[in-house]
């Protein structure tokens, strides 16, 4: 099959490479059959919000990537003077958050901000991406045990993500900018997706591997590695992602891999409301996938399509990775359907070994991973040296406008 591209990991180097770093984070993704990601802006040290930031990051992760890298740049209060360069420099789009991102290095846009976005991006190709959660009157959590998580659920209702996808809808048809929504995780805002693509919007959607393969009734008390944000919702809202997924309203399937250290998880209290929240699946995400969605009637090709050719297209990479195409670089990751593994400790390649996944049976097991005709996986081997490259978007800019 084509090698899988995760267009949605959090890398967190520099600055924050005990969470997890580029030589530990693509290891893990080779493992996984996965051949591409892009890294997001966010929870690394500086965030990647400015040309001069960019260039450190790419200092950062050269000579460490065992698969091929391309990097969202980030957009925040007052930097859409940098949005231009660092799309010249090569980053894939933007990322922005409507609400508090969970680090204070990477504050959340107003509405002024986003028009300012849009601004810089019109007539570029390029994408800007949605953290889609807007904060609302909520009553509060006080006196609710925050050790059970239906504490934190009702914390982030449906809501929050309609009021977002509301904003982006009407943005993105204004100014007819490409815009993503990452992460969906609520059901609820399908009709206004849809009506939006509708009226012309140039809108793409993903959801994750989390939303859609755990649901909250099978969270257990204290169990805070099962905590991210947007949250995990109910059963009946995964079937209503899954049956989106099968008619298109949502066009691929990323991790979200978005790890930190053990202790950030506050375990030992198992308190939802203080523990960081974000998910680590990056190594585990075709099996993930592939366990769950063959049991409802996907195929081998919407597998490559949802994983592999849809996130391509996000990034503009589609020209040479996400499909067996001649000419396209010779990404193939070799995969077992039928083989069932269970997710271990050891066999782990995240730099942090925790996950909701362990102790998981899933089905589908990875045996080799090529990038760019270079074996750089195999049966739990890696290539003696890593072997992936840097990847830079080259959009409409300045000079051609």
Not at 4 to 18: A, I, K, L, S, Y
Not at 353 to 360: A, D, E, M, S, V
Request: a negative charge; hydrophobic letters at 35%.
């Amino acid at each position: 099959m084509p090698g899988v591209v995760d267009c949605h990991v959090h890398v967190n180097e520099p600055g924050r490479g005990t969470w997890e770093g580029f030589w530990t984070a693509t290891r893990a993704a080779a493992a996984g059959g996965v051949t591409t990601i892009v890294d997001m802006p966010l929870n690394s040290i500086p965030p990647t919000t400015t040309l001069g930031n960019f260039h450190e990051k790419l200092q950062a992760s050269a000579g460490k990537c065992f698969v091929d890298t391309a990097f969202w740049g980030g957009a925040i209060p007052g930097n859409q003077r940098e949005l231009r360069p660092m799309l010249q420099a090569g980053v894939a789009g933007f990322k922005c958050f409507l609400i508090h991102s969970g680090v204070d290095e990477f504050p959340h846009v107003s509405d002024d901000d986003l028009h300012d976005a849009m601004k810089q991006l019109q007539g570029t190709d390029s994408v800007l991406l949605f953290h889609a959660e807007r904060e609302t009157q909520l009553p509060t959590a006080d006196g609710e045990d925050p050790h059970e998580y239906l504490t934190f659920l009702r914390s982030r209702p449906d809501i929050m993500e309609l009021e977002a996808i509301h904003t982006v809808t009407q943005l993105c048809l204004q100014y007819q900018v490409r815009c993503h929504i990452v992460h969906l995780s609520s059901a609820q805002s399908l009709s206004l997706i849809r009506a939006a693509r509708q009226a012309g919007a140039p809108l793409t959607v993903e959801t994750t591997h989390h939303y859609l393969n755990l649901s909250a009734e099978e969270i257990p008390a204290r169990a805070t590695q099962f905590k991210c944000c947007p949250p995990i919702r109910e059963i009946a809202n995964q079937e209503l992602l899954w049956s989106a997924l099968k008619s298109g309203d949502i066009d691929m399937v990323v991790s979200d891999h978005s790890p930190c250290t053990p202790d950030l998880k506050v375990l030992d209290t198992g308190d939802f409301m203080q523990a960081w929240g974000g998910i680590s699946s990056l190594q585990f995400g075709l099996s993930l996938f592939w366990t769950s969605a063959s049991q409802r009637g996907f195929s081998l090709s919407d597998a490559a399509r949802l994983l592999c050719k849809k996130p391509a297209q996000l990034c503009c990479l589609d020209n040479q990775k996400g499909s067996l195409n001649p000419g396209h670089d010779a990404d193939l990751v070799i995969w077992d359907p039928e083989k069932e593994f269970t997710v271990k400790e050891d066999d782990i390649h995240h730099k942090n070994k925790l996950t909701p996944y362990l102790g998981l049976a899933l089905r589908g097991m990875v045996r080799c991973t090529i990038v760019r005709g270079r074996l750089v996986y195999s049966n739990g081997s890696f290539s003696s040296q890593p072997l992936g490259k840097q990847l830079f978007i080259h959009y409409k800019t300045l000079e051609s406008l």
